[in-house]
């Protein structure tokens, strides 16, 4: 809810307006989710508010901090949100659909394809799981975890504004990044709301050809058009673009791919992040060998573009979006099975 609804709700309800923002406080400064410890609040009050509509199914803790929890929502469905710690920060990586449509052929996420989209309000409880797992703050926002950010277009911009309201999260549109595969239609839209997020596109290939053999759906968005959108996304706020590039071993870190994103980030005004590929065990790929990153990232700063290699976390707990929901899945299925050869 905006806090304009929550105030409708709750004099709705038959209490005052001012209720709305001790509960907005109780929620989003304080991470409160059971309405019993809201001590302000009048008992009649307390029993009509719920908080969460889902809840973590598994958790994983990694060797490095980084702490995955598999949430599952009211209608069985599951997804994964990320915390990624820091000394001076907490970031979390948030999903924003059960499953994926895109189906790009390195990712554990659309190997089941797409269940549904998520609600902002689905989106933000992943948020609240995440701070009282951990303990701490999160203190920066990345929308690249489960699904397609701009395919759930009205959820993602909704939940945004939750983050960046200084009445709910308040966390800065400069710490929050919406990571797209790159949907051009979706890029125009997002630069008319002039929020001042950052805008990250899944690049992933530095050509046409090979984009179609990764990701399906650039069989019908070529780069040219996805390029054309992130310029006029940098014009609408003056803020760099990032490109994330997932490092194949063998397929996309070559120094022809090299020579290619080059080109592409000298018409854009943009940084490129290298993230070395989290393996998935029912894929065929692997991750690039050190050697590669070095000599791939090298090639890129010899032309000038400004490229930061980007640590893989995580890598002990199924890092990669979707692993741990498919391990949850196989072992749901394998369950299934075992119960059909009883009877």
Known sequence: MTMDQLCQAVVGAGFEPYRAKQIADWVYKKGAT??????NLPAPLMNQIRVLTSRVADRADSTDGTVKLLLELH?????ETVLIPAQTRATACLSTQVGCGLACSFCATGLDGLRRNLTSGEMLQQLLHLQQACGRRVTN??????????????????????????????????SVTI???GLPKQIRRLAAERLPITLAISLHAP??????RLIPVAARIPLKKIISAAEAFYESRKREVTLEY???????DTSLCAEGLARIARQIRC??????????DSLPYQPPTQVAVKAF?????????????????GLDVSAACGQLRQHATEATTRGSDNRKETH
């Open 141 to 174: 926002i990345v929308l690249m975890g489960m699904g397609e950010p701009l395919a759930n277009y009205d959820a993602t911009v909704s939940a945004v504004r939750a983050i960046t309201d200084g009445q709910r999260f308040g966390i800065s549109a400069r």
């Open 34 to 39: 059971d309405p019993a410890t809201m001590s």
């Open 75 to 79: 209608d069985g469905e599951h997804i």
């Open 271 to 280: 940084n490129v992040n290298l993230i070395s590929y989290n393996p998935v």
């Open 297 to 313: 990232a090298s090639r890129l700063r010899r032309r000038g573009v400004n490229v930061h290699v980007r640590r893989s976390r």
């Open 207 to 212: 050509n046409d050809p090979l984009r179609r």
């Open 179 to 181: 990571s797209t595969i």
């Open 246 to 252: 997932v490092l194949i071993g063998g397929v996309n």
